[in-house]
């Protein structure tokens, strides 16, 4: 949600992405075609139009394959249905860190999620120039392929926002993540207006904590709550290196108090848009 929120879908790194066994799989299989038609990367690369060094990360499991990517490897190498087959088997959590994805997992089919941040913009609202900063400056430092893979995870799970549009997306975001101008004004000026994109949707709302509040339901830090199609309620808190699931439902109905409250703390609907417009003509 924030995606954590921020890099490995963690808080601002919180762990590397590992490679699934699915990836592998489908690596070592289109590795298999590759060669039955004899070809080297360097040949096939161009006739799917991606790079030699793309190519090989996704031979390699480091990388999740692109749908068009799939689709022409499957045309090219004549592979009888075998690549599509396996694209369709692929974890849909690439670059995800290992500790985040049982929330992912019950995320990508939630009726209901809620999400406080106030240290970065949540990933499920991210801008690619916003994220690509955010992985930029993780530490220790990332590789190319690391914060690629991780973008693509967060661009995946972006979908959920437009693709489950009978989800209601609660998100609370302090005033001061916008203010701070992570990447730089044009980068804060495109987040904004990215934001306020999505705050058209029925399914999302936005709110704007103030940097100015005599009381705060929110100071023991972020939290992230959502309900199942069964109607249980589960919870995710993150830390500098890991995050923490929470399935018991007292401490769970603790945080929904705390939520509930910060709603009727922060900026209105209306307000909130408004102080983002008003930000974003003099960020």
Not at 22 to 38: D, H, I, N, Q, Y
Request: charged letters at 25%; hydrophobic letters at 40%; one cysteine or more.
């Amino acid at each position: 949600m924030s995606d954590g929120a921020g890099g490995a879908e963690g808080p601002c790194g919180g762990g590397e992405p590992e490679r699934s066994d699915s990836l592998r799989t489908f690596g070592e299989v289109l590795k298999a075609f590759r060669k039955r038609a004899g070809l080297t990367q360097e040949e096939f690369a161009p006739l799917v139009r991606y790079s030699v060094p793309t190519v090989a990360s996704i031979e390699q499991g480091r990388r999740f394959p692109p749908v068009d990517f799939v689709e022409r490897a499957e045309e090219v190498l004549d592979a009888f249905g075998a690549l599509r087959g396996a694209a369709r088997h692929l974890s849909r959590q690439p670059g995800l860190a290992s500790w985040f994805r049982q929330w992912a997992r019950f995320e990508a089919e939630a009726v209901s999620l809620y999400t406080y941040e106030c240290r970065l913009i949540p990933g499920l609202l991210q801008t690619e120039a916003y994220a690509r900063t955010l992985f930029a400056n993780q530490l220790p430092p990332l590789g190319d392929d690391q914060i690629e893979a991780q973008w693509v995870a967060r661009a995946e799970r972006q979908r959920l926002l437009r693709e489950r549009p009978n989800t209601a997306f609660s998100f609370i975001l302090e005033e001061h993540l916008f203010l701070r101008r992570t990447g730089g004004p044009q980068v804060t000026r495109e987040l904004i207006d990215h934001v306020l994109g999505l705050a058209e949707l029925r399914n999302v709302e936005v709110q704007v904590m103030p940097l100015v509040r005599n009381a705060h339901a929110g100071l023991a830090g972020p939290m992230q709550l959502l309900e199942t199609p069964e109607a249980r309620w589960f919870a995710y808190n993150e830390g500098q290196r890991g995050g923490m699931f929470v399935a018991d439902r007292k401490e769970v109905s603790v945080l929904q108090m705390r939520y509930a409250r910060m709603r009727s703390q922060a900026l209105s609907l209306d307000d909130s848009l408004g102080l983002l417009r008003q930000m974003r003509g003099v960020s």
